[in-house]
């Protein structure tokens, strides 16, 4: 997996566990 692949899962995970 790439370090791009990574950011891009956190990121929606991040927005997800938000829920802005």
Do not use: K, N, P, V
């Not at 899962?9 to 938000?18: H, K, N, P, T």
Request: net charge negative; charged share 40%.
């Amino acid at each position: 997996m790439d370090q791009t692949e990574l950011s891009r899962i956190f990121q929606i995970l991040g927005a997800d566990d938000r829920e802005d």
